[in-house]
């Protein structure tokens, strides 16, 4: 069992995931019988608590991204490829940890933009790439506007498919080839 913090945590983002930002603290100390006085004590208000929760969930998506391997021999379409590979692996993620990616949704659909210390879609690119990021935008400058694009419509998929589009298993593909065609420039043969 995680300890109580870690417990918290989860529980919260269950709550977020099932009734966004209307749970109340009460409900997760009723759950993990402590008291709301202990939740307070880790995360000092319920904004500190979606916070830590925001922050969580950003982290186990970077960690999931960071696993994507970069191409050791970069061009504009092996970074292409890259790209899709890491969009891959954002849905995979996303579509195995549903109330995850509820709670992650309701963030984003919020304003919720960056966790604390990340600020920009480029420093996220630059955690996530770490000594690779250089390398990678000097063979491709124009590397950010493509992930900030990535970005966007990843943002838009996921609260299409847990929000309204429950139950349509083509929506990644569909989402893929509309990355691939409007980002990438292929062409609908050789999407298909």
């Not at 004590?41 to 950003?58: N, Q």
């Not at 960071?66 to 996303?94: F, H, M, N, T």
Request: charged share 25%; proline share 2%.
């Amino acid at each position: 069992m995680p300890n109580k913090k870690e417990a918290i945590l989860e529980t919260a983002v269950r709550y977020i995931a099932e009734q966004g930002g209307s749970f109340s603290t009460e409900q997760i100390a009723s759950d993990l019988g402590c008291s709301q006085s202990l939740i307070f004590r880790y995360y000092h208000t319920k904004d500190g608590l979606m916070s830590a929760c925001f922050d969580w969930i950003c982290h186990e998506l970077r960690l999931v991204l960071e696993e994507v391997e970069i191409p050791q021999v970069l061009s504009k379409e092996s970074i292409d490829g890259y790209i899709l590979d890491v969009w891959r692996a954002y849905c995979d993620y996303l579509e195995s940890r549903n109330h995850v990616a509820s709670a992650y949704m309701y963030f984003v659909s919020t304003g919720w933009k960056y966790p604390r210390g990340y600020g920009s879609a480029e420093t996220v690119l630059e955690k996530i790439l770490g000594d690779d990021y250089e390398r990678i935008t000097d063979v491709y400058p124009d590397f950010i506007f493509a992930a900030e694009y990535v970005i966007m419509i990843s943002n838009v998929f996921a609260a299409g498919k847990f929000i309204e589009w429950k139950g349509d298993e083509d929506a990644a593909r569909k989402f893929e080839m509309i990355l691939m065609h409007g980002i990438f420039g292929m062409d609908s043969e050789r999407i298909k």
